[in-house]
């Protein structure tokens, strides 16, 4: 089994600024995968940003990027530059395989943008 | 590639009522997945198909839940004589092996047992 574990129920910071989103897992995989998915008020689950566990280069995407940390199961995502628009639930989730395990979520961060 | 389409979008029904919710998976992804999500949690796993075999079920899944994919394409989720406590967000996802696993989610269908 895995577990995804996030720590921070929610979280705030003013537009413009950066802010940095904590994530741990666990798992017993050696081949895995890492998410980390947004969740606004309109409830659709859309993917920010994914980074494969045999990749040591952390993976960026525009204002996303991660600070993958094998060794200590780290997985946090930092938003730099927050916009009105990036505030929602954000989702860690771990991937190792299809079925029960397959995708595993954490409980969630609250993010909320001051303007 | 239009995306994850679910319907109905929102539920209302008696408790005790069968309900069904259908999901068109993205064209061609071969693997699609139920999850179920309450308020103020993350999705849970609910059931997992490769084409049209169902390869798992979770263990919190009752018996009065089927889900069934008849021709791996769209799936079906019904749930027999509802209980409150099974209003939550239904969601459905899908993917592709090749796409690197990258799961793709529809926009969830509402159910709420009064």
């Known amino acids: 089994a895995q577990t995804v574990t996030q720590s921070q129920p929610e979280m705030s910071v003013q537009e413009a600024e950066t802010v940095t989103l904590s994530c741990t897992y666990d798992?017993?995989?050696?081949?895995?995968?890492l998410f980390w998915y947004k969740q606004p008020p309109s409830r659709q689950m859309i993917l920010v940003i994914r980074?494969?566990?045999?990749?040591?280069q952390n993976a960026t995407e525009n204002r996303f990027s991660v600070n993958f940390q094998k060794a200590a199961k780290s997985f946090s995502l930092k938003i730099s530059d927050s916009q009105l628009g990036d505030a929602a639930m954000y989702f860690c989730?771990?991937?190792?395989?299809?079925?029960?395990?397959?995708?595993?979520f954490g409980k969630g961060t609250h993010l909320i943008i001051q303007p | 590639d239009t995306g994850v389409s679910q319907n109905p979008r929102h539920k209302i029904t008696k408790r005790g009522q069968n309900v069904t919710f259908r999901c068109d998976p993205i064209?061609?992804?071969?693997?699609l997945y139920w999850y179920r999500q309450t308020l103020g949690q993350g999705p849970e796993f609910l059931t997992y198909?490769?084409?049209?075999?169902?390869?798992?079920k979770s263990r919190l899944l009752s018996d009065r839940f089927s889900a069934e994919r008849p021709k791996g394409s769209f799936s079906t989720l019904e749930i027999q004589r509802t209980e409150q406590g099974d209003s939550a967000m239904y969601l459905c996802?899908?993917?592709?092996?090749?796409?690197?696993?990258?799961?793709?989610f529809g926009e969830g269908s509402w159910l709420t047992v009064v």
């Open positions: 996802a899908s993917s592709l092996r090749t796409s690197g696993n990258t799961i793709y």
């Open positions: 798992t017993s995989e050696s081949d895995y995968y």
């Open positions: 980074q494969e566990a045999y990749k040591q």
């Open positions: 989730a771990c991937y190792s395989g299809g079925g029960a395990d397959g995708l595993t």
């Open positions: 064209s061609e992804h071969n693997r």
């Open positions: 198909f490769q084409n049209e075999a169902q390869l798992e």
